[in-house]
């Protein structure tokens, strides 16, 4: 199959071919609002500038002055060794060390397999020193509530499913932390595994591509070896912004491809005060009793 | 050539083209906004957009960039769905490869997928296509690369499975 046949056939799907005669230029000289600027001088602008982004929630509000000051410093040392490219994964590194803020995480994970996308949202608050954690998760049939505190040691459980009961348990083997994606990225950071592929967009917005370099040999579909994983990081903020894997899955019987892709909606650390620490606590059931187990 | 006459002939020579890019990615109501919102940046920043071929692709990146702000990466990829199949004009000889080729694209990286849509529809270079996406073209070729490989290997998986019911025919994907 030749590349010309590729792009003969996307050309066939295309849905609105050639080019759409545009609506009469009255209105819009209407519209123009004094002179064109001056030119931008000093280097040659690529890309207009536009209005900051109003769809990206993503923020990183550090808990106090001090803790921004030494993390934006960390995060300039660390992106301009030999004032050149940035060491990408150690700022990505620095910037989801947790704080003494509750950290909040709103992650949309897709799995695509045989062109079926199941998609399952994360909301997620954390806090260390007591620890505590609280997570929302759905698949868009059943939503999943649950948070634990290890000061007492408690777990509860609340489910879309069965809204009249909370279910309150004393958990065993609590980790030592929480395994989330972010954690998984810092721990491949830590083993040398993740390297800086290049510059990208991410929505339109500057952004940084990593590669993961598993020690692992990558599983082949139809005989071909799969690709790396690949994580998006901010090019302003370095926190990560999508994780984007391919795999294999065998639940059809077959093996065949799976992409895994992570979108990191929002990654953020709110300050610690009563308001966000109550994020931190299940949410109110109107009706619901507890019920203990085990 | 006055600011005025520039700009006019800016907006006759590109205005369908930026139109088309944005009737491709999202919904049709949303074009002619997109195009206003475009050439307004470009009247505000006449003096930086090149006079030169570059000029489409500049006018093609803003128009990335509105779209971007507008929707985010999840309603982008169901406004191409939704175009794709709703609203294709063209009655398809061979549905069955067409679906499969749709669902290629739509499980593919937004990013290797714009690549290869930036050539295949706007009938870009890879240079006019790397600069609307704001990457090098060898990173870019890579895209290209990827997307067409993975393409080609399901038109060549509806080769030798043509026999197969529809269902399992995306099943292989």
Same mark, same amino acid.
């Not at chain 1, 199959?1 to 609506?23: N, W």
């Not at chain 1, 990408?88 to 909040?104: C, I, K, N, R, W």
């Given at each position: 199959? /030749? *590349?010309?046949?590729?792009?003969?056939?996307?050309?066939?799907?295309?849905?609105?071919?050639?080019?759409?005669?545009?609506?009469?230029?009255?209105?819009?000289?209407?519209?123009?609002? @004094?002179?064109? $600027?001056?030119?931008?001088?000093?280097?040659?602008?690529?890309?207009?500038?536009?209005?900051?982004?109003?769809?990206? @929630?993503?923020?990183?509000?550090? @808990?106090?002055?001090?803790?921004?000051?030494?993390?934006?410093?960390?995060?300039?040392?660390? /992106?301009?060794?030999?004032?050149?490219?940035?060491? +990408?994964?150690?700022?990505?590194?620095?910037?989801?060390?947790?704080?003494?803020?509750?950290?909040?995480?709103?992650?949309? !994970?897709?799995?695509?397999?045989?062109?079926? !996308?199941?998609? !399952?949202?994360?909301?997620?608050?954390?806090?260390?020193?007591?620890?505590?954690?609280?997570?929302?998760?759905?698949?868009?049939?059943?939503?999943?509530?649950?948070?634990?505190?290890?000061?007492?040691?408690?777990?509860?459980?609340?489910?879309?499913?069965?809204?009249?009961?909370?279910?309150?348990?004393?958990?065993?083997?609590?980790?030592?932390?929480?395994?989330?994606?972010?954690?998984?990225?810092?721990?491949?950071?830590?083993?040398?595994?993740?390297?800086?592929?290049?510059?990208?967009?991410?929505?339109?917005?500057?952004?940084?591509?990593?590669?993961?370099?598993?020690?692992?040999?990558?599983?082949?579909? *139809?005989?071909?070896?799969?690709?790396?994983?690949?994580?998006?990081?901010?090019?302003?903020?370095?926190?990560?912004?999508?994780?984007?894997?391919?795999?294999?899955?065998?639940?059809?019987?077959?093996?065949?491809?799976?992409?895994?892709?992570? $979108?990191?909606?929002?990654?953020?650390?709110?300050?610690?005060?009563?308001?966000?620490?109550?994020?931190?606590?299940?949410?109110?059931?109107?009706?619901? /009793?507890?019920?203990?187990?085990? | 050539? /006055?600011?005025?006459?520039?700009?006019?002939?800016?907006?006759?020579?590109?205005?369908?083209?930026?139109?088309?890019?944005?009737?491709?990615?999202?919904?049709?109501?949303?074009?002619?906004?997109?195009?206003?919102?475009?050439?307004?940046?470009?009247?505000?920043?006449?003096?930086?957009?090149?006079?030169?071929?570059?000029?489409?692709?500049?006018?093609?990146?803003?128009?990335?960039?509105?779209?971007?702000?507008?929707?985010?990466?999840?309603? $982008?990829?169901?406004?191409?769905?939704?175009?794709?199949?709703?609203?294709?004009?063209?009655?398809?000889?061979?549905?069955?490869?067409?679906?499969?080729?749709?669902?290629?694209?739509?499980?593919?990286?937004?990013? *290797?997928?714009?690549?290869?849509?930036?050539?295949?529809?706007?009938?870009?270079?890879?240079?006019?296509?790397?600069? +609307?996406? @704001?990457?090098?073209?060898?990173?870019?070729?890579?895209?290209?690369?990827?997307?067409?490989? $993975?393409?080609?290997?399901?038109?060549? *998986?509806?080769?030798?499975?043509?026999?197969?019911?529809?269902?399992?025919?995306?099943?292989?994907?």
């Amino acid at each position: 199959m /030749s *590349d010309t046949d590729v792009i003969e056939l996307l050309r066939h799907i295309d849905p609105a071919p050639g080019e759409q005669a545009p609506a009469p230029i009255a209105a819009l000289l209407e519209r123009l609002d @004094g002179p064109p $600027r001056p030119p931008a001088r000093g280097r040659r602008r690529r890309r207009p500038e536009l209005p900051a982004p109003a769809w990206r @929630g993503r923020r990183l509000v550090l @808990g106090c002055a001090g803790a921004a000051t030494v993390a934006l410093a960390a995060v300039v040392l660390l /992106s301009l060794p030999g004032g050149g490219t940035p060491n +990408v994964a150690a700022a990505m590194y620095q910037a989801t060390t947790p704080g003494s803020g509750v950290l909040h995480m709103n992650t949309v !994970t897709e799995k695509i397999v045989g062109g079926h !996308t199941q998609t !399952t949202s994360e909301q997620f608050w954390s806090e260390q020193n007591p620890r505590r954690v609280r997570l929302i998760i759905s698949n868009g049939e059943e939503t999943l509530e649950s948070a634990l505190t290890t000061q007492p040691l408690k777990l509860l459980q609340w489910s879309q499913s069965n809204p009249d009961v909370i279910k309150q348990s004393v958990p065993t083997g609590i980790a030592d932390s929480e395994q989330t994606g972010v954690q998984v990225l810092r721990q491949l950071y830590r083993k040398g595994e993740l390297t800086l592929a290049g510059k990208s967009t991410f929505d339109g917005q500057p952004a940084w591509l990593l590669e993961v370099h598993p020690q692992y040999t990558r599983p082949t579909v *139809d005989g071909k070896q799969l690709p790396n994983p690949t994580v998006v990081v901010s090019a302003s903020s370095f926190v990560p912004l999508e994780f984007d894997e391919d795999s294999v899955s065998s639940e059809h019987g077959t093996p065949e491809l799976m992409v895994i892709r992570v $979108r990191y909606v929002e990654y953020e650390e709110l300050p610690r005060n009563t308001q966000d620490e109550a994020l931190l606590a299940l949410a109110e059931h109107q009706g619901a /009793s507890i019920e203990n187990e085990g | 050539m /006055s600011d005025r006459q520039q700009f006019e002939a800016l907006y006759a020579a590109h205005a369908g083209a930026v139109r088309a890019y944005a009737m491709r990615r999202g919904p049709v109501t949303d074009a002619d906004d997109v195009v206003a919102e475009v050439f307004l940046t470009a009247w505000r920043r006449l003096h930086d957009v090149p006079v030169d071929v570059d000029s489409r692709a500049w006018l093609l990146a803003v128009a990335r960039r509105v779209q971007a702000n507008a929707r985010r990466g999840s309603s $982008r990829q169901q406004a191409l769905r939704a175009r794709l199949e709703h609203e294709r004009p063209a009655e398809s000889a061979d549905p069955l490869l067409e679906r499969r080729v749709i669902e290629c694209l739509l499980g593919m990286r937004e990013r *290797d997928r714009e690549a290869i849509l930036l050539i295949a529809w706007e009938g870009l270079t890879n240079r006019e296509a790397a600069r +609307v996406l @704001g990457v090098r073209e060898s990173t870019f070729a890579v895209r290209v690369h990827r997307a067409k490989r $993975r393409l080609a290997r399901v038109l060549t *998986d509806a080769g030798a499975s043509h026999a197969r019911d529809a269902t399992n025919l995306l099943e292989v994907q």
